[in-house]
């Protein structure tokens, strides 16, 4: 990929991860392919348009997405809707897992609110 392909993609969201929002250097960006690259046809936020429309297409600017690592690991090749999806699913299993304990005596606590019922938003969604 072109060093200005690179920047284009980093600036797309003023240096922050397209999905969590996390401000990142460009050293650290990764690119992401919006729809997996093993998938077809995709939906896409347009700003011409103010709203998602229908495309296809692999390596094009449209599909390429400044994502941290941790969001690029976990988003793997889901579809946007599995990828919010299994972040539910992982705030959830909190309360099932090792830390449950710590996790439960936080919520008792007042530390922290689960809201399983929030929508999940990524931070392109809420980008203007």
């Given at each position: 990929m072109k060093k200005e392909d690179r920047f284009r993609i980093?600036?797309?969201y003023d240096g922050h991860c397209a999905y969590c929002g996390k401000s990142i250097e460009y050293k650290d960006m990764q690119v992401d392919h919006l729809v997996?690259?093993?998938?077809?046809c995709y939906s896409r936020w347009s700003d011409?348009?103010?709203k998602f429309v229908v495309s296809h297409g692999d390596d094009c600017m449209e599909n390429y997405m400044p994502?941290?690592?941790s969001c690029n690991l976990r988003k793997r090749d889901m579809s946007?809707?599995?990828f919010?999806?299994?972040?539910?699913e992982q705030a959830k299993g909190?309360?099932?897992?090792?830390a449950k304990f710590q996790v439960n005596m936080s919520i008792a606590y007042g530390l922290i609110q689960p809201a399983f019922d929030n929508p999940?938003?990524?931070y392109f969604e809420k980008f203007k």
């Open positions: 980093y600036n797309k997996p690259k093993n998938r077809g011409k348009e103010g994502s941290c690592r946007l809707e599995q919010r999806d299994a972040i539910k909190l309360l099932k897992g090792a999940v938003e990524f």
